[in-house]
């Protein structure tokens, strides 16, 4: 059996794919349904991964000294504020709007959606300890005597983020391709 857990699955139980059976990622894009909201909510994933990578580079290039302190913090704060702002964002969206409107049509769909409000709060809990860590960045250097901590929590982060969003679009872009949309 799969754990059902955030951080400790390395994929969705099958018994939550049900729907994916039938709408396979591969056809997504070719299916009428999918730009009403399938296509705009696939980009801000994409974004999200690449936020995260974006991170996890930039602390590697701090421990490598690829990049000097002053600019770490700079680009630190200004990536991780806008990445943490956008989730937080996109997270309230899906569960006050989009889980709902999509979970009302079959039990099946309603328990998976149930796994992924229960990721949104594991994710808020390495959200709140990574914020910690950049609340003590209080000037360059001491930033940069932290980005070895910060790429541990990014990579963390990284794996939890990739792992949640790979099974949300299993679980999200088939039922609003199977049941349609809100417009």
């Not at 349904?33 to 994933?45: A, G, I, K, M």
């Not at 580079?57 to 990049?67: F, R």
């Not at 990574?130 to 609340?135: K, P």
């Amino acid at each position: 059996m799969t754990e059902p857990r955030l951080l400790h699955r390395n994929s969705l139980p099958l018994k939550l794919k049900t729907l994916l059976l039938d709408y396979p990622r591969a056809d997504w894009k070719e299916h009428p349904n999918f730009p009403d909201f399938s296509e705009f909510w696939l980009q801000r994933h994409a974004m999200f991964r690449e936020l995260v990578k974006r991170l996890i580079h930039l602390s590697q290039s701090m421990l490598n000294k690829d990049i000097d302190a002053r600019e770490y913090q700079r680009q630190l704060f200004g990536y991780s504020e806008f990445m943490l702002h956008q989730l937080h964002t996109h997270h309230m969206m899906e569960d006050t709007y989009f889980f709902p409107e999509i979970g009302k049509n079959d039990t099946k769909t309603q328990k998976a959606i149930e796994l992924l409000e229960s990721d949104h709060i594991e994710i808020g809990r390495l959200i709140h300890n990574y914020t910690i860590s950049l609340h003590q960045c209080s000037t360059p250097m001491v930033t940069a005597t932290k980005a070895d901590n910060l790429l541990s929590l990014q990579s963390v982060f990284n794996k939890a983020l990739t792992q949640h969003l790979d099974d949300e679009e299993e679980i999200i872009v088939p039922a609003a391709l199977h049941f349609g949309y809100i417009k």
